[in-house]
């Protein structure tokens, strides 16, 4: 099996634990639900759900391991922890803001941050866009950050339009 991964996320849902690494993991390659762990009756005074519904779902996203828990309604995602995706090109930043943002909150969405159809955020960032918001002339910099700030979904030839008007 490996070594056990240091730090592992941790998403906490209602009931969805199963319904969001099915769905997550059919986004991202290099994915897979590794375990399904169910609620005994032992406990259930406590966690208050039915024996044999999912407690837990391990799964793994591009390498990356994260556990989804169904812990019961007390407690929702905010954008204060997102997830961001790195994207090497226009085609992949295109790909998972599609797959991330169906059935998701659409006002929710500004300058590459989307939120699921779950409430999770994410970053859908190009690689470029460092180099593009980090002109050696500040004015080209601003201007790019300018119109990157009107935009869901990042664009990079847009951007780079910016900057070579310049």
């Not at 169904?70 to 992949?92: D, T």
């Not at 080209?140 to 869901?152: P, T, Y």
Request: glycine share 6%; with cysteine; hydrophobic share 35%.
């Amino acid at each position: 099996m490996g070594s056990i991964q240091k730090i592992t996320p941790n998403f906490w849902f209602d009931y969805q634990a199963e319904e969001a690494a099915k769905f997550y993991t059919s986004i991202f390659q290099d994915s897979e639900i590794i375990k399904v762990s169910r609620y005994m009756n032992e406990g259930k005074e406590i966690h208050g759900k039915d024996e044999g519904t999912v407690m837990t779902v391990d799964f793994q996203l591009e390498g990356q391991r994260f556990v989804a828990l169904n812990g019961g309604p007390q407690f929702k995602f905010n954008e204060a922890i997102s997830f961001i995706v790195h994207c090497a090109n226009q085609e992949e930043v295109d790909y998972f803001w599609e797959k991330l943002s169906e059935g998701g909150d659409e006002s929710a969405q500004q300058c590459g941050w989307l939120k699921d159809t779950f409430g999770v955020s994410w970053q859908i960032v190009p690689d470029s866009l460092q180099e593009l918001l980090n002109q050696p002339d500040p004015v080209i910099s601003e201007k790019v950050m300018k119109a990157m700030l009107q935009m869901k979904k990042i664009d990079i030839n847009a951007l780079k339009e910016v900057q070579s008007r310049n």
